[in-house]
C-alpha cells in the first residue's frame, strides 16, 4: 500500500463547499472568496442529474440551497442548469448557477486551485455515482494538481477506486469507527477524513503511523484549527476563510 504521506500534494486549508459562508455553497462563487483569502484548495459535493451529468449540490433535494423544489436525482440537467443557486444567500448572488463538474475543474485550472471531490451520491444512485465522478475527474484534472477523492459511501468509494485507481481517494467518516484501518486498507486510501470532534493527538497519530494523512472538517474556530495543526493534522477544512489564521496556508507542493 502507497504511503499517503509521501503523495499529499495539498496546502493545509481547504475551503468547505468551495466558499464556506462567504459565498452560495458549492458555486463558482465560492471561488471568488478563495482568492480574496488565499485559499489554495476547495472542498465540494458531487452528484448526479437524472441524466447523469455530474453537478454540484450538497443535499438530496434541491429545496434548501436553489429555487427549485423535489429530490435533484429526478431532474434532468437541463432543468437544474436553469435553477437560481445563488439568491437564498443573498441579493448580490442572484443568478449564480449550479455548477457542473466540468466547470468546477475550468475555475480549478484557471484560479490554480487544487479540489477534494466528496462524492455525494443521492439516494440508491451510490455505485453510478462513483464511477462517473471518478471517470470524469481524471479527464477533467488533466494536467492539474490531481484531485483528491472522499465519500461518505463505501461503495461510492469502491467504484471510484474501480473507474480510476490512479485517482486518491479519502475515506470519509463522522466518528472514526473501530475497524477504520480495514476500510482505508479496502479502499487503498491516501487519507482519512473525520469530524474534528471525534479526533484526538493519540488517533491522529495511530492513523499518520499507518502511512495515511488526516482531514479534519468542519473546523470554524481559530483555536481549535492551531490545535489540529499541532496534532499534526495535515488538512483543515472550514466554512470561516476569513478567520482562520492565514500563516497555516500554504503554497501548493508540485503535482507529484
Ligand atoms: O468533506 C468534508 C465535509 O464536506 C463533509 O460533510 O456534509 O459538509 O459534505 P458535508
Ligand atoms: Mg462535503
Same mark, same amino acid.
Given at each position: 500500500?502507497?504511503?499517503?504521506?509521501?503523495?499529499?500534494?495539498?496546502?493545509?486549508?481547504?475551503?468547505?463547499?468551495?466558499?464556506?459562508?462567504?459565498? %452560495?455553497?458549492?458555486?463558482?462563487?465560492? *471561488?471568488?472568496?478563495?482568492?480574496?483569502?488565499?485559499?489554495?484548495?476547495?472542498?465540494?459535493?458531487? &452528484?448526479?442529474?437524472?441524466?447523469?451529468?455530474? *453537478?454540484?449540490?450538497?443535499?438530496?433535494?434541491?429545496?434548501?440551497?436553489?429555487?427549485?423544489?423535489?429530490?435533484?436525482?429526478?431532474?434532468?440537467?437541463?432543468?437544474?442548469?436553469?435553477?437560481?443557486?445563488?439568491?437564498?444567500?443573498?441579493?448580490?448572488?442572484?443568478?449564480?448557477?449550479?455548477?457542473?463538474?466540468?466547470?468546477?475543474?475550468?475555475?480549478? &485550472?484557471?484560479?490554480?486551485?487544487?479540489?477534494?471531490?466528496?462524492? &455525494?451520491?443521492? %439516494?440508491?444512485?451510490?455505485?453510478?455515482?462513483?464511477?462517473?465522478?471518478?471517470?470524469?475527474?481524471?479527464?477533467?484534472?488533466?494536467?492539474?494538481?490531481? #484531485? @483528491?477523492?472522499?465519500? *461518505?459511501?463505501?461503495?461510492?468509494?469502491?467504484?471510484?477506486?474501480?473507474?480510476?485507481?490512479?485517482?486518491?481517494?479519502?475515506?470519509? *467518516?463522522?466518528?472514526? #469507527?473501530?475497524?477504520?484501518?480495514?476500510?482505508?486498507?479496502?479502499?487503498?486510501?491516501?487519507?482519512?477524513?473525520?469530524?474534528?470532534?471525534?479526533?484526538?493527538? #493519540?488517533?491522529?497519530?495511530?492513523?499518520?503511523?499507518?502511512? @495515511?494523512?488526516?482531514?479534519?472538517?468542519?473546523?470554524?474556530?481559530?483555536?481549535?484549527?492551531?490545535?489540529?495543526?499541532?496534532?499534526?493534522?495535515?488538512?483543515?477544512?472550514?466554512?470561516?476563510?476569513?478567520?482562520? %489564521?492565514?500563516?497555516?496556508?500554504?503554497?501548493?507542493?508540485?503535482?507529484?
Amino acid at each position: 500500500m502507497a504511503n499517503g504521506i509521501d503523495r499529499w500534494p495539498y496546502p493545509r486549508l481547504v475551503a468547505h463547499r468551495c466558499g464556506g459562508t462567504l459565498a %452560495p455553497e458549492n458555486t463558482l462563487a465560492g *471561488f471568488d472568496a478563495c482568492m480574496r483569502y488565499g485559499y489554495r484548495m476547495v472542498e465540494f459535493d458531487a &452528484k448526479l442529474s437524472a441524466d447523469n451529468e455530474v *453537478f454540484l449540490l450538497h443535499d438530496d433535494t434541491l429545496d434548501r440551497t436553489t429555487n427549485g423544489h423535489g429530490a435533484a436525482a429526478e431532474h434532468s440537467w437541463q432543468q437544474l442548469a436553469t435553477l437560481d443557486a445563488g439568491a437564498w444567500r443573498g441579493q448580490q448572488f442572484d443568478g449564480t448557477r449550479l455548477p457542473t463538474l466540468a466547470e468546477a475543474a475550468q475555475r480549478c &485550472k484557471r484560479d490554480n486551485i487544487a479540489a477534494n471531490i466528496e462524492i &455525494k451520491p443521492c %439516494p440508491g444512485r451510490d455505485v453510478i455515482t462513483g464511477t462517473l465522478v471518478a471517470q470524469r475527474a481524471s479527464t477533467l484534472w488533466q494536467g492539474q494538481t490531481p #484531485p @483528491l477523492l472522499s465519500s *461518505f459511501s463505501f461503495d461510492a468509494l469502491t467504484a471510484a477506486r474501480d473507474a480510476a485507481p490512479s485517482l486518491q481517494r479519502g475515506m470519509l *467518516f463522522e466518528e472514526v #469507527p473501530t475497524d477504520w484501518l480495514r476500510i482505508v486498507r479496502e479502499l487503498e486510501c491516501v487519507s482519512l477524513h473525520a469530524s474534528h470532534r471525534y479526533l484526538s493527538e #493519540p488517533l491522529v497519530a495511530q492513523i499518520h503511523a499507518e502511512g @495515511l494523512c488526516v482531514l479534519a472538517y468542519t473546523v470554524n474556530d481559530p483555536a481549535r484549527a492551531r490545535l489540529l495543526a499541532q496534532w499534526g493534522v495535515d488538512m483543515i477544512c472550514t466554512d470561516r476563510l476569513d478567520i482562520l %489564521p492565514h500563516d497555516m496556508l500554504s503554497a501548493l507542493a508540485d503535482p507529484a
